[in-house]
């Protein structure tokens, strides 16, 4: 008898366990819903462990936020120290969870340690987004050996070393990797080599790393983007005679709606290629530019 109702005790204390939780799920993505306007696309990614570096700002900023509100856990890798901790703090007012290790990733050590942090304080990763960048002008008649070098160390050495200190951990989750690049790669833009140098590699390692990670069940993808306004982008259109001109004339070349594509169309597919959703999805550059680059020479 007594045995009978201890049971049904505990069974009524895990039921009430359970219930709180979800309650607790639930209002969490609702108010990051409703204090960060940001939807929910049900994707099962609660707890999971995403490093986003760049996550500070423009587009990694974006993504980090996505992902909370997907019940993920974005781990910022950034070095502007004052951003990365803003990001953390409004993720944390809208009810999410992330982190923030501050690092300048031109340097492979500090790679090192901001991975080891992330394995120390939550002790597995799910996901990486190799994403800091900096389209820096380094061109072909001004640049120099040291310009070139510091470029590619700054937009793709780093994509490199990240996957590399990460990989352990990836491997004992069968995580995902998301490599944003640029249609740079693709198209060119004249003056900036080192940039250009840097997005064709990051486009050539994503085949390299699928093929190589296929047999731990590692997905890698590359999310190519071509005018989303950020404040890199905003700091790069500000150096011409006539910005806004400028800007017409960009969006007009656009093909879908003749606009630029938003942060948060590029972090929703981020979002959804580190998730099971995408579990067919394998080696693949996925273009989010309204078809910019695939469409525009077609309509001229
Ligand atoms: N905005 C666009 O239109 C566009 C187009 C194509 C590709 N991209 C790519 O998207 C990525 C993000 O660009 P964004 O426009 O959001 O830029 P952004 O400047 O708004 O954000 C980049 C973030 O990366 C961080 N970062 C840069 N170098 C770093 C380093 N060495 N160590 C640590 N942190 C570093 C910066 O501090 C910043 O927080 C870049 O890789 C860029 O090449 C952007």
Redesign the pocket.
């Known amino acids: 008898m007594i045995f009978y109702a201890v049971s049904g005790g505990i069974k009524q204390l895990l039921l009430l366990r359970i219930l709180f939780f979800h309650y607790c799920a639930y209002w969490r993505k609702w108010k990051l819903r409703f204090f960060i306007n940001i939807d929910h696309m049900n994707l099962s990614l609660d707890g999971h462990i995403v490093i986003v570096?760049?996550?500070?700002?423009?587009?990694?900023?974006m993504i980090c936020k996505v992902l909370s509100a997907e019940g993920a856990i974005p781990c910022i890798?950034?070095?502007?120290k004052e951003?990365?901790i803003r990001v953390v703090n409004e993720i944390a007012a809208a009810g999410g969870q992330a982190h923030f290790a501050p690092?300048?990733?031109?340097d492979a050590t500090?790679c090192q340690n901001a991975v080891q942090d992330v394995i120390t304080k939550f002790g597995c990763i799910n996901g990486l987004v190799n994403?800091?960048?900096?389209?820096d002008g380094v061109s072909l008649t001004k640049g120099t050996y040291d310009l070139f070098v510091n470029s590619l160390?700054?937009?793709v050495v780093?994509y490199y070393m990240m996957a590399h200190f990460a990989l352990p951990a990836l491997i004992q989750t069968k995580g995902a990797i998301v490599n944003?690049?640029?249609?740079?790669a693709e198209t060119g833009q004249g003056n900036t080599s080192g940039?250009a140098a840097?997005?064709g590699i990051r486009n050539e390692m994503v085949e390299s790393w699928a093929l190589e990670l296929n047999t731990y069940g590692i997905r890698v993808n590359a999310v190519?983007?071509?005018?989303?306004?950020?404040?890199?982008?905003e700091?790069w259109i500000n150096q011409d005679d006539d910005p806004q001109q400028r800007l017409n004339e960009i969006n007009s070349r656009i093909p879908l709606e003749n606009r630029?594509?938003t942060?948060k169309e590029i972090a929703d597919m981020v979002t959804f290629l580190l998730s099971g959703k995408a579990a067919g999805i394998n080696g693949e550059l996925l273009h989010i530019d309204g078809g910019y680059v695939h469409l525009d020479r077609r309509l001229r």
């Open positions: 570096t760049g996550g500070a700002s423009g587009i990694g900023e890798i950034d070095r502007n951003a990365g690092a300048d990733l031109t500090a994403n800091a960048g900096l389209n160390k700054t937009n780093h944003i690049s640029s249609k740079v940039y840097s997005n190519i983007v071509a005018e989303c306004m950020t404040p890199q982008y700091w630029m594509t942060t």
